[in-house]
């Protein structure tokens, strides 16, 4: 009796698959203290009328239908830019609200500096606390890595946008990148533009910052 023998062929590990989607970051448009330069925590502040129109320009390249998930800001100056972009809906999360300036809600950096005597940056020196106790980097770095959390559970599902304010958008860029809590000092946000994280090749990825929508 003759046997045979058939080669065995182990199969290839599967590839894992390439990370996709985009986390898209809206700041607020205008509001009275974002146009004098008054550090705007908690104060809750309505967009002024330049800011209501920016808010609405967003609205004709932004689509809801584009996004599985929409999450906003509790204060009104995110909320109302959401509405007005076209995203009525979007859920308030608590840990995008703005950084806690403490001592130094409502004063400009260059009216700190000049107490201080030297060049003062919230990244680094932190704030002092108020009526409220204020943050630090760090802290403002847990509040991130939470929302990252919770954006990239629903990637799979859709592209995820958030309405919020100029630090803690930035500090949501450095952590998505893993810059430490202290480089959100060399990125620049204006109101009412528009920012993308997203991967590029496989890796967490800026790939749009501070945009501008064209009128």
């Given at each position: 009796?003759?046997?045979?023998?058939?080669?065995?062929?182990?199969?290839?590990?599967?590839?894992?698959?390439?990370?996709?989607?985009?986390?898209?970051?809206?700041?607020?448009?205008?509001?009275?203290?974002?146009?004098?330069?008054?550090?705007?925590?908690?104060?809750?502040?309505?967009?002024?009328?330049?800011?209501?129109?920016?808010?609405?320009?967003?609205?004709?390249?932004?689509?809801?239908?584009?996004?599985?998930?929409?999450?906003?800001?509790?204060?009104?100056?995110?909320?109302?830019?959401?509405?007005?972009?076209?995203?009525?809906d979007a859920i308030v999360e608590p840990d995008l609200i703005e950084w806690d300036y403490g001592a130094y809600?409502?004063?400009?950096?260059?009216?700190?500096?000049?107490?201080?005597?030297?060049?003062?940056?919230?990244?680094?020196?932190?704030?002092?606390?108020?009526?409220?106790?204020?943050?630090?980097?760090?802290?403002?770095?847990?509040?991130?890595?939470?929302v990252l959390d919770r954006a990239r559970a629903a990637l799979p599902d859709g592209d995820v946008i958030l309405f919020a304010?100029?630090?803690?958008?930035?500090?949501?860029?450095?952590?998505?990148?893993?810059?430490?809590?202290?480089?959100?000092?060399?990125?620049?946000?204006?109101?009412?533009?528009?920012?993308?994280?997203?991967?590029?090749?496989?890796?967490?990825?800026?790939?749009?910052?501070?945009?501008?929508?064209?009128?």
């Amino acid at each position: 009796m003759t046997t045979s023998t058939e080669s065995r062929i182990d199969p290839q590990p599967a590839t894992p698959a390439e990370p996709t989607g985009r986390i898209v970051l809206v700041r607020h448009g205008e509001t009275e203290w974002s146009r004098s330069g008054q550090h705007t925590g908690s104060t809750d502040l309505p967009l002024t009328t330049v800011g209501e129109q920016q808010a609405m320009l967003l609205g004709t390249v932004l689509d809801a239908s584009d996004f599985g998930l929409a999450l906003s800001s509790p204060l009104a100056r995110a909320r109302r830019t959401a509405e007005l972009a076209g995203f009525p809906d979007a859920i308030v999360e608590p840990d995008l609200i703005e950084w806690d300036y403490g001592a130094y809600e409502g004063r400009t950096t260059a009216e700190i500096s000049a107490e201080l005597g030297h060049r003062w940056d919230l990244w680094h020196d932190g704030v002092p606390a108020g009526t409220t106790p204020g943050e630090s980097a760090a802290d403002v770095r847990k509040r991130a890595d939470r929302v990252l959390d919770r954006a990239r559970a629903a990637l799979p599902d859709g592209d995820v946008i958030l309405f919020a304010h100029g630090h803690m958008l930035r500090a949501i860029a450095i952590a998505w990148v893993e810059l430490a809590p202290t480089a959100g000092t060399i990125f620049a946000l204006s109101t009412s533009t528009l920012s993308e994280l997203g991967f590029e090749h496989g890796r967490p990825a800026i790939r749009v910052w501070n945009a501008p929508v064209e009128h």
